[in-house]
């Protein structure tokens, strides 16, 4: 069968699966911090102030229209062959920003604004209000585009091996080469479990950044408390925790 060829082939000797993930992880987490440092920032700003949203959202939609292989080669055509790996950086940056500036602004704007209002009327500056209110309680989206960045990342990274880099789409170019289907299976099997691992801890630590302030609001309104009084109850837990 292919499918035990394959795993044969990812725990033999010669499949050097070892250092194709480790280039493969490189790429992935280098365009990762780059992206979340870029689209953080710039959709917090956005979300708080409101301002800039019509542009953000056209630009990540043409971003999310890009085809990733063009993207790679344009790059690399433009910037220069002996610079690949800062050509593909950041071809895997411009295709994760839009979807972590889209969930860090949709977080910020996804909030009551009773909740915010009760904030400010019990004397917090704007910046207490981004930082203990707006942050806590947009974190789950803004891990959701994470995610989905990351996800987005982890796939198009195989295509390094096009333009002459390594990675996990090495193995999987390489077998198809040379009609070494059990290799070409074996790297995409790698590509799906990295996907699959990144995932699963996306989709905990979404889990988890749920404020406490927020589960107990959810409490309240499960007892159907008055909604006002979910949003002051929401705000002073956060003040209180923070």
């Avoid at 194709?20 to 917090?44: D, K, M, N, S």
């Avoid at 585009?145 to 789409?169: F, H, K, N, P």
């Avoid at 107990?216 to 002073?236: D, F, K, M, S």
Wanted: aromatic share 6%.
């Amino acid at each position: 069968m292919l499918f035990v060829d394959a795993i044969t082939w990812i725990f033999s000797a010669d499949s050097d699966i070892v250092q194709r993930l480790g280039e493969h992880l490189f790429f992935t987490l280098l365009a990762f911090a780059i992206a979340v440092l870029v689209a953080v920032p710039l959709g917090y700003l956005i979300g708080h102030t409101g301002k800039g949203r019509e542009i953000a959202v056209a630009l990540s939609g043409a971003a999310r229209a890009l085809p990733s292989f063009g993207l790679i080669l344009l790059l690399v055509l433009l910037i220069g062959v002996l610079q690949i790996v800062p050509a593909v950086t950041l071809a895997l940056v411009l295709l994760a920003v839009p979807s972590i500036l889209a969930g860090a602004y949709s977080g910020l704007e996804a909030i009551d604004r009773r909740t915010l209002d009760a904030a400010r009327a019990m004397g917090m500056t704007e910046w207490q209000v981004l930082t203990k209110v707006e942050i806590p309680l947009g974190l789950p989206l803004l891990i959701s585009g994470m995610r989905a960045g990351a996800l987005q990342i982890v796939a198009t990274a195989t295509l390094a091996a096009y333009v002459g880099l390594g990675g996990l789409g090495y193995p999987v170019l390489q077998g198809i080469a040379v009609r070494r289907y059990d290799e070409t299976l074996g790297g995409a099997l790698i590509v799906v479990l990295l996907a699959v691992v990144l995932d699963s801890i996306f989709g905990v630590l979404e889990r988890v950044t749920v404020p406490r302030g927020v589960r107990l609001g959810r409490g309240i309104g499960e007892r159907r408390r008055r909604p006002p009084a979910i949003a002051t109850e929401t705000a002073n837990r956060l003040v209180q925790a923070g």
